[in-house]
């Protein structure tokens, strides 16, 4: 059997906007020092999200029953059962007696840009959380340490280092906030890192170091490039996997934390870097194709012919048992 694997990183209420325009027509040349703007949405959604709490639901959803660390508020007992029902383990996520569960707001355009702020609340708490009792308890074979608190990050990656349980580094979001020398510490000897295209820019900027020099200070660089699919880099191989063509496309938001889940959850179950893209980009388009970033529904027949379409026979054949588990509620 597989080990755990423990997600640490935020865990919010995510509230979806949609404008029906494009944010680049209000810009004025000249005058983005001084930006003043307010969209008139379409609509308002509210949904369970977060990065931790989002790659974990979907590690359940695929039956990897992972280990979710992060902090949350009075108000998560809902989010908690629902966790739960779709086999995630919370005993990794601390309550605040004072300060309520994160809240993320997003408003997204018809070119799918995004404008977005994060509240962080019970999230400040979260450096507070051991790694060591948690990885003792549950035979954590690997960590995930996702957008959180950055004081959080810091602190499990340390944790992480110290007592030898391979990460997986996932700064996404927090880089903007984060200095060279913590940016670093983040990264250096990562067994993954994960990023987008422009985080992975961002990255390079933020540590000083070249693409070589990340290279040898991490295991595998897995850079996801929106509808261009994803590349996954190490020392001796570099890999391109297509995405999976959507049937529509109605929310980007956690699109990237479902192809970690993905990646991960094949990875654990031994299959290899290309199988483990191509399981990543199909829960990807799922979310994609959903309105929140945990309202996607796994059909595994339906999930094997898009594997088959997309990949070939082969893929479809390989991946086809893991799809194929007992997960939902």
């Given amino acids: 059997m597989p080990g755990t694997i423990a997600v640490a990183g935020s865990i919010a209420t995510d509230h979806l906007m949609r404008y029906p325009g494009l944010f680049g027509d209000q810009l004025v040349d000249g005058h983005l020092d ?7 949405v ?23 029953r992972p280990l979710l660390v992060g902090a949350v508020g009075e108000d998560f007992a ?17 309550t605040s007696a004072t300060a309520h569960t994160a809240r993320f707001t997003c408003t997204t355009d018809e070119a799918q840009c995004q404008l977005a702020s ?28 996702g957008a959180d608190d950055p004081e959080a990050m810091l602190t499990h990656t340390q944790e992480a280092r110290e007592l030898g349980v391979p990460f997986a580094a996932d700064p996404s979001q927090q880089l903007p906030r984060l200095d060279t020398d913590r940016c670093r510490m983040l990264v250096g000897g990562a067994r993954y890192l ?11 900027r933020r540590t000083g170091w070249s693409e070589q020099d990340i290279a040898a200070r991490v295991d595998l660089r897995v850079t996801t490039l929106g509808s261009k699919g994803v ?21 980007p938001t956690g699109v990237g934390d479902a192809f970690r889940a993905g990646f991960l959850a094949a990875v654990a179950q031994g299959f290899g870097l290309e199988r483990a893209a191509q399981l990543g980009a199909l829960v990807a388009t799922l979310v994609l194709e959903a309105s929140g970033p945990q309202e996607w529904h796994l ?9 088959a379409d997309a990949y070939g026979t082969r893929a479809a054949a390989d991946l086809g048992p893991l799809l194929r588990v007992d997960a939902a509620a």
């Fill in 34 to 40: 001084r930006i003043s703007l307010s969209f008139l």
């Fill in 42 to 64: 379409d609509d308002l959604v509210v949904r369970r999200g977060g990065v931790g709490a989002n790659i974990a639901f979907a590690l359940g959803v695929l039956g990897a």
């Fill in 78 to 94: 809902d989010y908690r059962a629902w966790l739960e029902r779709h086999g995630v383990d919370c005993a990794g996520v601390h």
């Fill in 118 to 145: 994060f509240y962080p609340g019970a999230m400040s708490e979260a450096a507070a959380i051991r790694l060591a009792p948690l990885v003792e308890s549950h035979g954590v074979e690997l960590v995930l340490i």
């Fill in 194 to 204: 994960f990023s987008n295209e422009y985080e992975w820019e961002l990255l390079q």
């Fill in 231 to 251: 590349v996954v880099v190490d020392e001796d191989t570099e890999i391109h996997v297509d995405a999976v063509p959507p049937r529509e496309i109605v929310d």
């Fill in 299 to 307: 059909d595994p027949d339906d999930a094997v012919a898009r594997l």
